[in-house]
């Protein structure tokens, strides 16, 4: 990725874009139309893990998942600013004594899981609640799925496409991918989500398509029901579809599950801007023949298609639904370097979905810490480098009012020279749509990366991310934001990364443990050699606070 260097012209351009902007602050929210949507109930029955008895390993393939950024047609200049300066936190190498602290999913493990295939990046998945009487960990990641005890014993691992009823082999037969879970204690349901399509399959298949999967599971009685909702969008007026719906992020209140995700042409690669499924959860809880779902696409704010809509995981009670984004990039796909602005969005009568009724969709700007796309992340060897994407939201969380979330971002160490990457963190007052607290997490000579930001009613708030520099191989590590905000590295990598395509992430998780207290995370990172695939060897680590 190309880097630029901060100069009087670019913060004249970072300030000016947000003078422009100001009147949108002063105004009515921006409103948005969807339309119905339904989803198709696709199987049911009682819900575990297959650990399938795959044939003897005759050697490994590799496979990447497709990123995609935006594009479209035109060409403008990025927009471009001012880096942060903040201070550094320091680094504890021994890990703390945490509840739980276990490897998760590796490359191995899934390649084995999968017949040989292996795959880059990983996304982590995780969410964890009472299963048939236990506590049960589920980690979901491309393109696996495992469940733990809390000590971190596995019980099953299986691959994501047999565990979604979709053609196998993954990539081949379907491609599968960007996979969440959450939680929901007051339902005591598991949901399951991925994104599917035949972009990946061979033989081509005649016409492109994609949905997205949603698994719905009973803790109590261990049944499942399983839901498909067509994203392929034909319609679209932009005229640019068939479409992709990707990295769908998946959020849930009182009465809707939420699924926010970035809309891609197939057959051109430009994108539509954001898309987001509003969907009945009575109905998903029911195991509904059929749900009812609103429909929104074509999200724009400021003129810019939104990237990267993340719905809140709302633990506290609420019949409103808030989403936030960041601004990656402009109208036309160019990095911005840097800005200080997020869009709030909220959704009101969400309630009326089940019905066949259209909830109101609404967005702002607002004001923030500034936030920078972040450099690539120097690694071991020394001149090695672990991509970072960009400065798309990582979490959302909704608790007593407010909402949290983080971003990764570009900063400057005060007294050093050069950027490394660290996080931005928000406090939104939910009611005054304003920030009540904010900060920056980052460290001399480190680079933390891709972070996930969660709190607890009890005042616990961890950010959780990988942590490397030229002399650390990545490793897996968070923050219990404090005064001193100290960085406790919980599992430290063995080795460099070993890998076929140099995609590390896309993404890190953070999950509240049903008795609402403490918090599970989930890292990226470089395990024990017994862990390691011969051509890729990212790992997982799971620990809880």
Known sequence: MKRFHASSSRLMFFLGAAALLAPLFAHADTTFKGVPSKGTLVGSGNFALNSLSRAALLGFTTKEIP????????????????VPQVDSSSVQKSPSAVLANFNGISDLASAIANGGILVEPPDQGLCVGNFLGHRRVFEIVNIAIAEYTPAGTQLAIQDINSLFNEPEPAFNGELVSDPRCIFDKSTDTFFFTVVASNLTAVPPPANLESHVDIIVVNGTTGMFAEYKFDTTDLSNPLGDCPCLDDQPKVGIDNNAIYIGADEFSLTSNLYNGAELLVISKPQLVSAASSVNAAYFINLTLAGIPVLDLMPAISVSSTNTEYLENSFPFDAVGNPVFSTNLIGLWRVTDDSDVTSGGMPNLSAKL???????????????????????NDDRMGQLEFIDGNLWSCVETSVNINGTIGEVVGAAWFKINAATRAVDKQGYVATKGQYLIYPTILHTSSGLTTINFTITNPALNPSA?????SSSNSIEIEATGVSPYSTFSFRWGDYSWAALDPDGVHIWMGNEYVPAVSDQAPIANWGTEIFEQ
């Open 477 to 481: 590590a968070f923050v219990r934001l």
């Open 366 to 388: 607002v004001k923030t810490e500034t936030y920078a796309i972040p450099v690539n992340a120097a690694t071991t060897p020394a001149g090695n480098f672990l991509n970072t």
């Open 67 to 82: 990123h995609f950024t935006p594009r479209r047609k035109g060409n403008t200049a990025a927009a471009q600013g001012a």
